[in-house]
Nanobody
Framework: VQLVESGGGLVQAGGSLRLSCAAS????????IGWFRQDPGKEREGVAC?????????YYADSVKGRFTISSASAENTAYLQMNSLKPADTAVYYC????????????????????WGQGTLVTVSS
């Protein structure tokens, strides 16, 4: 499987960015896709995930609820993370990940069972 993230960059606090993840070659379909982030010296944090099929259920970390929106364009095997009202605390490398467990069922635990993730894209939010 190949996951390619894009869309990261430098933005001022209060600004917006949209991350994209292009997925290909995953054995299981439909699969579930999500984003986690990691800042050096901090633990990995599951940000959001979405069931691409079925109920389309989602999960969001409390730290991003109301500011971030995950979506999936199934026909294109692409997922997006729209990030609004960005804060310096959102600075991290953002990784796209795939798995087969239901995102809406497992919530934050989904990120413990992801199968693959990409190389990441850096998001830097300046104050």
């Amino acid at each position: 499987v190949q996951l390619v993230e894009s869309g990261g960059g430098l933005v001022q606090a209060g600004g917006s960015l949209r991350l994209s993840c292009a997925a290909s070659g995953y054995t299981f379909d439909p699969y579930v896709i999500g984003w986690f982030r990691q800042d050096p010296g901090k633990e990995r944090e599951g940000v959001a995930c979405i069931n691409r099929e079925g109920d389309g259920g989602t999960y969001y970390a409390d730290s991003v609820k109301g500011r971030f929106t995950i979506s999936s364009a199934s026909a294109e095997n692409t997922a997006y993370l729209q990030m609004n009202s960005l804060k310096p605390a959102d600075t991290a490398v953002y990784y796209c990940a795939v798995g087969i467990l239901s995102c809406s069922t497992y919530g934050s635990s989904w990120f413990k069972y992801v199968d693959k993730w990409g190389q990441g894209t850096l998001v830097t939010v300046s104050s």
